[in-house]
């Protein structure tokens, strides 16, 4: 694999690991239910896509 793809890929990684960090913070410190929110967002955009 390319080296550039690499970085990429290890970019995207941490940026989607910041994106479920940020998620866990807010459920968190707004007392939500951290399932019930996941479920929330992956039933709308499995919506959206169908």
Avoid: P, W
Avoid at 31 to 36: A, G, P, V
Wanted: hydrophobic share 35%; glycine share 2%.
């Amino acid at each position: 694999m390319d080296a550039r793809v690499e970085v990429r890929i290890i970019d995207l990684l941490s940026e989607v690991g910041d994106v479920l960090c940020s998620h866990f913070c807010i459920t968190n410190e707004t007392h939500t239910n951290l399932e019930e929110s996941i479920n929330y967002v992956l039933n709308k955009y499995e919506q959206r896509f169908n």
